[in-house]
């Protein structure tokens, strides 16, 4: 009788161990499911930044297309040696500590022109005032997004603006 419960304290004993090395390999899954879920949120948070720096570029392209006064103005936009910053220093203080920027903005460089009017748009004034000659043009816009960490994001984009022609004559 004491031989065989020798044998099953054994046999507990190597259960116990093999139970507690199998806790142990969860909890190393967990902890390294943990890791790999926060470095993707980081990765997220990061291309998010410079998408919507990228964005608030585009609305502004669009607003300098919309305040030209001639179809042969050349607008002028942010370029890579002097982007647009955004954001409020209080927010990214680490990020500026550690050496790196506030989120900004820039016209492409792969782009000669980042705001180009890339033709005659047919149709685009229809309805906004027929009773004047109108000019419709198409614009592309290239911009290009900075996260604070130096991620990028590149987006293109297309606007409208109607010319209409002083005194009936057309542009």
């Known amino acids: 009788?004491?031989?065989?419960?020798?044998?099953?304290?054994?046999?507990?004993?190597?259960?116990?161990?093999?139970?507690?090395?199998?806790?142990?390999?969860?909890?190393?899954?967990?902890?390294?499911?943990?890791?790999?879920?926060?470095?993707?949120?980081?990765?997220?948070?990061?291309?998010?930044?410079?998408?919507?720096?990228?964005?608030?570029?585009?609305?502004?392209?669009?607003?300098?297309?919309k305040n030209l006064n001639s179809p042969f103005d050349t607008p002028v936009f942010a370029g890579q040696g002097a982007p647009q910053e955004l954001g409020d220093t209080s927010l990214y203080y680490e990020s500026l500590a550690g050496g790196g920027s506030l989120p900004s903005y820039y016209g492409d460089p792969d782009f000669p022109q980042s705001i180009r009017q890339e033709g005659i748009g047919q149709g685009l004034c229809d309805g906004e005032n027929f009773q004047r000659q109108a000019l419709p043009t198409l614009w592309r816009i290239n911009v290009v997004g900075a996260g604070p960490d130096g991620s990028t994001a590149k987006i293109e984009a297309k606007e409208a603006k109607c010319f209409f022609g002083v005194g009936g004559s057309r542009y």
């Open 1 to 65: 009788m004491q031989g065989e419960r020798r044998r099953e304290q054994g046999v507990v004993m190597f259960i116990t161990v093999l139970l507690l090395a199998m806790m142990g390999g969860l909890g190393l899954a967990a902890l390294d499911s943990a890791t790999r879920d926060r470095d993707t949120a980081g990765f997220y948070n990061r291309e998010t930044a410079s998408f919507y720096a990228a964005d608030a570029g585009v609305q502004h392209a669009r607003r300098v297309v």
